[in-house]
């Protein structure tokens, strides 16, 4: 016994090498291998005759692949569903024989079955019955009914009256009712939601695959899809803090065909608040903290509507001894309102809900940015948004109509010089209206079950000016003609398109690999050649390049040398990003990361005033800035903190 040993010594028949090669057997059979075998034997230790350890043999031998699969002594109309849902099926003649897939199946078809009105089928309502002799090497799987089967698993259900129950939020009983459309409604003291409201989020049809019997007089068929979406629906209005959807037989009668619906709702608190502090340090010796606040109200008009309303401030100093520094040398301060509406608003397409997430947002902001010794640029605008997400991995967001209006306020005779030596710069930054559309598609399986791997991409198309530059031609105005204005200031035209693509390799629990590429190009023409500066890109910070600070490279191989140009973000037209993370657990929670970062952007155009910046594929690999760096994570699932060294 050497007491220094990582792990003490224990007996051989504590270890029980045959129940482990009985398991070990099994899994083989639950994964095809039925001739395989796991065997142990005893090997003493020839140094010492107190010691000795267990070697194990597994003789796979060749799996059984699956042949044909019938579904039997089902009735007729459960069977007819089953056959129809058959292009669904996860067991594939020719495939090899998983017990886990057979499982998997069973679950399929009691879904398939509960979306067409079978309320009470469960998977366990069906067994397998196999053939292996029929074909050798191949297994014939027929699936039927458990003995017993209950009469209310084999036929469907309707959906008969709706009651709703709204709990006040400190829980109190509702002690009002009234009736709306067929749903009895019963609240505490004050009606908080809309009774339509409540008939929509309740009664929109949902879809179903091909479903033959969905007719007229089988819409109202009961189906486990719609419960879902019904649930998701009303969780997804942040208004209720607790929620229970039930369906219940209306009679006691053993002909009962109808499920009476009883909800029971919970408000939550009405408001929301968030405040978040930040301190920036930048390359130009620019330090200083910020701070933003936000205030949301839930169940605005009583239709799940809610309203944010933001306000954001921040201010940095000249922490050199460089010439002519101020005490507080810049300031930015904002607020913005947005109100969403959890559907459709305009233009309506009737009084039915989409059987999946939609949303209409209205928002209007205003931002004072002050370059103190240089200039003052004040934003405002406004944008209406439709998001829809169809599935659980895509989700489409529409923005037909974006207005921004950048104006330039004062100028100090400094910032005129520099603007004399930087033409595009003082464009880019001139009076400008910015009319746009835009479109962003986003792709993310991580919520897919069995995805080990998941990837999210998303990709954005912005078109600014063109249909205000085509009402113009309508006019007589030529297309491509420079100096056209909107309101009395020049408006932009230009096209951006912005694409990012992440994935993560899941190594094993203990070890993973995250990657990332993003790419973006911006192209302006027309009534203006240079995109205005708050569309051009940027790299660098925490979430891009990580050893280098935000807006501090390119573009290109161009970097300002002249220190009267420090306070300039470096942004560019075009943008490559990429990042490979490696993360590995050091204890429970806690992940250590290394990782390499790669990135610059670049203009599509020429510019005198800046050299060697523009995109060009010669110096392109030249032009890349590499960081690497490690850090530390503590994953809460929810939420990750972490601490970058780049």
């Not at 390049?545 to 191989?557: D, E, K, L, Y």
């Amino acid at each position: 016994f050497n007491r220094f040993a990582a792990n003490p010594p224990v007996f051989i028949s504590t270890v029980n090498p045959e129940i482990r090669a009985k398991v070990g057997t099994n899994l083989l059979h639950d994964y095809g291998y039925f001739n395989g075998t796991v065997r142990f034997q005893t090997v003493p230790d020839k140094k010492d005759s107190l010691k000795a350890s267990i070697r194990y043999t597994v003789d796979m031998k060749d799996p059984y692949y699956i042949d044909t699969v019938y579904y039997t002594r089902f009735n007729p109309r459960t069977l007819r569903i089953m056959e129809r849902g058959r292009r669904g099926s996860l067991l594939t003649p020719g495939e090899q024989f998983n017990v886990s897939d057979l499982d998997a199946e069973r679950s399929r078809i009691s879904t398939l079955l509960r979306n067409r009105g079978y309320f009470y089928f469960r998977p366990d309502y069906m067994k397998y019955q196999a053939d292996t002799l029929l074909n050798p090497g191949h297994v014939s799987l027929r699936l039927i009914p458990v003995p017993g089967l209950p009469d209310a698993a084999q036929r469907p259900y309707y959906v008969g009256k709706t009651s709703v129950f709204l709990y006040g939020k400190g829980g109190e009983a509702p002690n009002s009712t009234l009736e709306f459309r067929g749903l009895d409604i019963h609240y505490y003291k004050k009606m908080q939601v809309r009774p339509n409201m409540l008939y929509r989020w309740l009664n929109y049809q949902a879809y179903v695959r091909n479903d033959s019997l969905r007719n007229s007089a089988h819409s109202r068929l009961y189906s486990q899809y719609r419960q879902t979406r019904i649930q998701e629906r009303l969780s997804q209005l942040s208004i209720f803090r607790y929620l229970d959807l039930q369906y219940i037989p209306q009679d006691s009668t053993a002909t009962c065909d109808t499920l009476n619906v009883r909800l029971q709702a919970t408000f939550d608190k009405p408001y929301d608040a968030e405040l978040e502090f930040n301190l920036t340090t930048k390359s130009n010796n620019q330090t200083g903290p910020g701070a933003s606040f936000g205030l949301t109200r839930y169940n605005v008009f009583g239709g799940g509507e809610t309203w944010n309303v933001k306000l954001k401030g921040s201010y940095e100093w000249q922490t050199g001894q460089n010439k002519g520094s101020s005490l507080m040398n810049s300031w930015e301060m904002g607020v913005s309102t947005a109100l969403t509406f959890p559907r459709v608003v305009f233009p309506s397409f009737g009084g039915r809900e989409y059987d999946f997430p939609a949303t209409t947002t209205f928002r209007l902001y205003i931002d004072q940015l002050n370059r103190a010794r240089y200039y003052k640029l004040l934003s405002f605008g406004g944008n209406a948004t439709y998001d829809f997400q169809p599935t659980r991995t895509s989700r489409h967001s529409i923005t037909p109509f974006k207005l921004t209006f950048n104006v330039l306020q004062h100028q100090s005779k400094e910032f005129m010089e520099i603007a004399a030596d930087n033409p595009a710069l003082y464009v880019s930054l001139d009076n400008q209206f910015i009319p746009a559309m835009e479109y962003t598609y986003t792709y993310d399986n991580a919520s897919v079950r069995r995805v080990k791997n998941p990837i999210w991409w998303q990709s954005t198309v912005t078109s600014a000016g063109n249909v205000t530059a085509t009402i113009y031609r309508a006019f007589g105005k030529p297309y491509n003609e420079e100096g056209k204005k909107l309101l009395g200031a020049p408006f932009s035209q230009f096209m951006k398109f912005n694409t990012e693509f992440r994935h993560l390799w899941n190594m094993d629990k203990n070890n993973k690999i995250a990657s990332r590429v993003a790419l973006g190009a911006l192209f302006a023409y027309g009534n203006a050649t240079i995109a205005p500066y708050s569309e051009q890109f940027y790299v660098g910070g925490a979430n891009s390049i990580r050893a280098f600070t935000v807006r501090s490279i390119g573009p290109g191989g161009y970097h300002p040398k002249d220190s009267k140009y420090s306070y300039l973000d470096q942004t560019g037209t075009f943008r490559f990003e990429a990042n490979v993370e490696y993360r590995f657990r050091i204890f429970k929670s806690i992940w250590g990361a290394t990782f390499l970062d790669a990135g610059n952007v670049w203009l599509l155009r020429k510019d005198e005033a800046r050299p060697d910046s523009q995109l060009r594929l010669k110096t392109f690999p030249k032009q890349i800035a590499l960081g690497t760096g490690v850090g530390v994570r503590y994953d809460m699932d929810i939420l990750v903190f972490r601490l970058d060294f780049g």
